[in-house]
């Protein structure tokens, strides 16, 4: 299978590439950085099929609408639960294909409610957009978010999977491309702590007001329309 | 083997570290980044053997000289050619082991004099500093640059590794983590060219004074001092 991590400076964004046979999809591209995905996916002759995302971004454009304009076969991929718009609407527990590889949405709610993770057919790897991050999580104070849910849902969908997993977030802030299941389980700031902490911890964090809330929720819900 | 990526926003920077049986070396560290290193190899239980640059940077200040004072044991490597001082001065040829596993160094001058590429033993991966990077490479035009050198080096020793090796690079402006050998002899924009193109392109690049180059050369030339 090919792999690519590829990296926005400006939000902080981790945007992959998986590919099989020719095949592939891209989870959370950024619509400043299309050009260059495009570009990758070519020169490594892959014709993307699908373009997921994690959840309902605040804190940037998703890239799926204009790479539609640009690949018009490939299709954009979000959650039911997001109420965001695209192609394919997916749902906890289904499978998305590319070549003879998948990867299965697991719903994990609590940063939004429409969140999933993404999880490799193997299991040597989770796309967890910003329900679990390096050592922290996304925060649960706008958009639906739900402390309490974000616990469970990590505790049952991701702290589940071998330690060995890599992790693969959507944003790190700090530079640091992967984690493990393993290691997150151990050393995360923020779920290693028992429920009730996490939900202090997470109320109190006295974090800014998203700059960037006011144009990507309204972009990000019609992500997977080609021409609005 | 153990392996991770680490970037560097502010440089665009990344460094490496690669272990094996509870011990590791790390690829060209930014100074101001040594605690998270520290902490990435700490809590992956690693002890770091090697502190290794790829060259004398301009654009940023090794974190080699600041990770020997946090932890002594370690050993700064940068090659002779270099002319900068360190624990170990290597040569062509020279072998850093870390557990079963060990980088070979290839010297590939022509950014600087004192440029090497380490290779993992079985080939996977190479480091290439500035040498090669993703579709590019580094400027020529300052630090005893040469390009006709540099287009040698690289041909000689890089562009003859298997088409399937990774390519680590030093920097990416763009966020793209790794490219292949293959790949970069197909589409690297400069590299792809003939000797004298390539000599005339990194002639006329007209690319302005670097902004570090005065406080981060002096310092990378005795970045293996640990008490200067
Ligand atoms: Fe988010
Ligand atoms: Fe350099």
Redesign the interface.
Known sequence: MLF??????ES?TY?YLLADGGEGILIDPVKE?VE?DVE?AQ??NVKLKYLLNTHCHADHVTGTGDLKKVLPDAKSVISKASGAKADVLVNDGDAIAFGSRHVTVHATPGHTDGCVTFVLDDKSMCFTGDAVLVRGCGRTDFQQGDAGKLFDSVHEKVFSLPDETFVYPAHDY?????STVG?EK??NLRLTKSRDEFIDIMANLGLPYPKMIDVAVPANLVCGIQDE
Chains 1, 2 share one sequence.
């Open positions: 690519r991590q590829l990296f926005d400076r902080c945007t950085l260059r990758v020169q490594l700090k530079g640091r491309t992967r290691e151990k050393y």
